[in-house]
């Protein structure tokens, strides 16, 4: 099993931050520690180029990026302060979401232990996306004709809005996002599908929706490949989530998703996405659960 790992830098976040930079490191530590994953598993993907990243990312905002002039406005919609290593490591976070997919293509999934940057636009960043991976990562299939056809699920409780503005209009991508109503983002672009849940909404209503409307969709869309952005902000102790699903209510939900992709035969790469509840322990406990799901179901 294929999983992408780029490079963790110490961005010296303000204290208090809560976004859980941590967790890239302690989850490859703990996936090892476990025998979920051994060290050739990983592999460590090449930088995104330019000329990639403007099939999504519009010159102006690249160039910002480029030369830090990115406005504090600008930065405090994104989340955290931004640094040239950070721009640098989301080059090759988004390069790894492609590289999991041409992986994906040879052994059914790949997982990429960061990604999932869905609020990225092609023109801002926002919601501690700087970069929209999977976006970038479609765009390079599609321009490379490595595929025809792309569904995105998107199970952040957080909705895609990146995702839905960039993709909208583009039959060759599916944009479907199942979310909390009333979390962020406070506008949300229309996905091709979105399925909005009321605050608390437990496993007991959430799993069987997504059960039995995932084969339809896949039916529906015939994919070559699935981006799955597994975040498991859905949980009951996430701090930003507002969902109620427990822990193994989350995992199950990765066993529907890995499940359908396995049982229709076409190729997945999950993302990791958001994850904040208090105790990183639990938070690293979810995120490994997604790869023992997939090695689960295909390995």
């Given at each position: 099993?294929?999983?992408?790992?780029?490079?963790?830098?110490?961005?010296?976040?303000?204290?208090g931050?809560?976004?859980?930079?941590?967790?890239?490191?302690?989850?490859?530590?703990?996936?090892?520690?476990?025998?979920?994953?051994?060290k050739?598993?990983?592999?460590?993907?090449?930088?995104l180029?330019?000329?990639?990243?403007?099939?999504?990312?519009?010159?102006?905002?690249?160039?910002?990026?480029?030369?830090?002039?990115?406005?504090?406005?600008?930065?405090?919609?994104?989340?955290?302060?931004?640094?040239?290593?950070?721009?640098?490591?989301?080059r090759y976070i988004?390069?790894?979401?492609?590289?999991c997919?041409?992986?994906?293509?040879?052994?059914?999934?790949?997982?990429?232990?960061?990604?999932g940057?869905?609020h990225?636009?092609?023109?801002?960043?926002?919601g501690?996306?700087?970069?929209?991976?999977?976006?970038?990562?479609?765009?390079?299939?599609?321009?490379?004709?490595?595929?025809?056809?792309?569904?995105?699920?998107?199970?952040?409780?957080?909705?895609?809005?990146?995702?839905?503005?960039?993709?909208?209009?583009e039959?060759?991508?599916?944009?479907f996002?199942?979310?909390?109503?009333?979390?962020?983002?406070?506008?949300k672009p229309?996905?091709?599908?979105?399925?909005?849940?009321?605050?608390?909404?437990?496993?007991s209503?959430?799993?069987?929706?997504?059960?039995?409307?995932?084969?339809?969709?896949?039916?529906?869309?015939?994919?070559?490949?699935?981006?799955?952005?597994?975040?498991v902000?859905?949980l009951e102790?996430d701090?930003?989530?507002?969902?109620?699903?427990?822990?193994?209510?989350?995992?199950?939900?990765?066993?529907?998703?890995?499940?359908?992709?396995?049982?229709?035969?076409?190729?997945?790469?999950?993302?990791?996405?958001?994850?904040?509840?208090p105790?990183i322990?639990q938070?690293?406990?979810?995120h490994?659960?997604?790869?023992?799901?997939?090695?689960?179901i295909?390995?």
């Amino acid at each position: 099993m294929k999983v992408a790992f780029a490079p963790v830098y110490k961005y010296g976040l303000p204290e208090g931050h809560r976004f859980p930079m941590e967790k890239y490191e302690i989850l490859p530590e703990q996936l090892l520690y476990e025998g979920t994953l051994e060290k050739a598993d990983f592999f460590h993907p090449q930088r995104l180029q330019e000329e990639d990243i403007l099939r999504v990312h519009t010159p102006t905002y690249w160039e910002k990026l480029k030369t830090q002039t990115i406005t504090r406005k600008e930065e405090r919609k994104i989340g955290f302060p931004m640094r040239a290593d950070l721009v640098d490591r989301g080059r090759y976070i988004a390069r790894g979401t492609y590289e999991c997919a041409l992986h994906a293509r040879e052994e059914g999934v790949s997982l990429n232990i960061a990604g999932g940057t869905h609020h990225a636009f092609s023109d801002h960043g926002e919601g501690f996306c700087v970069f929209n991976d999977i976006a970038l990562a479609s765009r390079m299939l599609l321009n490379e004709k490595k595929v025809r056809q792309i569904l995105i699920v998107d199970l952040d409780v957080h909705q895609g809005n990146g995702n839905a503005a960039i993709f909208s209009g583009e039959k060759r991508v599916f944009t479907f996002s199942m979310h909390g109503a009333k979390n962020y983002p406070h506008r949300k672009p229309p996905s091709d599908l979105d399925m909005a849940w009321p605050d608390r909404t437990t496993g007991s209503s959430y799993l069987p929706k997504l059960q039995g409307l995932l084969p339809r969709l896949i039916n529906r869309v015939k994919p070559d490949i699935i981006f799955f952005q597994s975040g498991v902000d859905v949980l009951e102790a996430d701090k930003l989530g507002r969902l109620s699903l427990s822990i193994q209510e989350c995992m199950e939900r990765d066993l529907i998703v890995f499940g359908e992709a396995h049982r229709h035969q076409i190729p997945i790469v999950a993302t990791m996405g958001g994850g904040y509840s208090p105790r990183i322990a639990q938070i690293i406990d979810a995120h490994a659960n997604t790869f023992r799901a997939a090695k689960d179901i295909f390995f």
